[in-house]
């Protein structure tokens, strides 16, 4: 008789893997299909020949009706400045640079980029004009040539390797065995944070947008890398415009404005040296920044997420 429990036992097993990921599945969908959709207006243009001027314009946004996330968010960077956001963890940092990609669209006030609504203009030429370096990048697993050029396949070997070098991680990728053709993603050779950082930085020079947005990692990178990165952002920015969601005040300090947010608001604007001149929030953050990391809380902040 046990003998009959044992493959019964299994079946039931699987049975309820199997339905627990019909569940996973369906709940996907549910989930996909509650994401706000951002579509193109019928008459949205094409943008062309972008030179970067960015306005943010009263902008009030929310992901879910009943919890506000931004209010009256205001400012402008001008054709290749580089604007620096900064704040507790949960401020909506991230939640701006989302917004100028479009991931969401807004509640109140207005985005423009070169004096158009960007609900204006087509998302395809949209994204076309903005690069974006993600916390967090996404490796093929592929060789790590084949990553820096996947969105350009017409890239040849030199525009690759030079983007490389621009990026800070071409002696990295000279160094391994088999150089650009090494392996990387899951099944492959495991990157840094920073490494990976610099593979997003080549593959954005590589596009060769007019504005570049990049979201800082938040984990903590030694001081060597943090060198790198912050040498490869500098040519990166060059003659762009620059939206940096930092986490360490040290990559910043050169930003033509920084912005303080804290729950969902700008509290404090101005260069490094206007803003610990007035000894407000951002000044408290940089007499506080011990391990150059700023995601600390601040009282009364609610970490969410
Ligand atoms: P951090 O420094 O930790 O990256 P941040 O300042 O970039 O934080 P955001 O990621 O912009 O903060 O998040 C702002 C708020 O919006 C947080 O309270 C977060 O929980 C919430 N939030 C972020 N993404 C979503 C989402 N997809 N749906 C609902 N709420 C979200």
């Known amino acids: ?148 050029a996947y969105a350009h396949p017409d890239a040849s070997q030199m525009q690759i390797e030079q983007a490389a070098r621009d990026a800070q991680i071409h002696d990295f990728i000279a160094d391994l065995p088999k150089g650009y053709d090494t392996l990387v993603g899951e099944r492959g050779l495991k990157l840094s944070g920073g490494e990976k950082q610099r593979v997003a930085i080549a593959r954005t020079l590589l596009k060769d947008p007019a504005i570049l947005i990049l979201d800082e990692a938040t984990s903590a990178l030694d001081s060597a890398t943090e060198l790198d990165i912050q040498s490869a952002l500098g040519v990166a920015s060059r003659g762009r415009t620059t939206l940096v969601v930092a986490h360490r005040l040290s990559t910043i300090q050169d930003a033509d404005l920084i912005l303080v947010m804290e729950a969902g608001r700008i509290v404090e604007r101005g260069t490094h040296a206007d803003l610990l001149e007035r000894g407000g929030l951002y000044a408290d953050l940089w007499l506080r920044q011990d391990t150059n990391d700023l995601d600390m809380e601040t009282p009364g902040t609610v970490v969410a997420d």
Do not use: C, W
């Open 1 to 148: 008789m046990s003998q009959l429990y044992r493959p019964l036992n299994i079946l039931g097993f699987a049975y309820r893997e199997i339905k627990q990921a019909l569940t996973d599945l369906e709940r996907m969908f549910q989930l996909l299909e509650e994401q706000p959709e951002v579509v193109d207006a019928p008459h949205a243009e094409m943008a062309a020949n972008v030179t970067g001027r960015i306005e943010f314009d009263q902008v009030d946004f929310h992901y879910d009706p009943d919890r506000e996330i931004l209010r009256a968010i205001s400012f402008t960077a001008e054709p290749g400045q580089t604007v620096a956001v900064v704040g507790p963890t949960g401020a909506g940092k991230s939640t701006l640079s989302r917004i100028l990609y479009r991931f969401y669209d807004i509640a109140a006030g207005a985005v423009r980029i070169d004096g158009t609504d960007i609900r204006d203009m087509t998302q395809a030429s949209l994204r076309a004009a903005i690069g974006m370096v993600p916390q967090d990048t996404v490796l093929f697993n592929d060789t790590i040539g084949y990553n820096i």
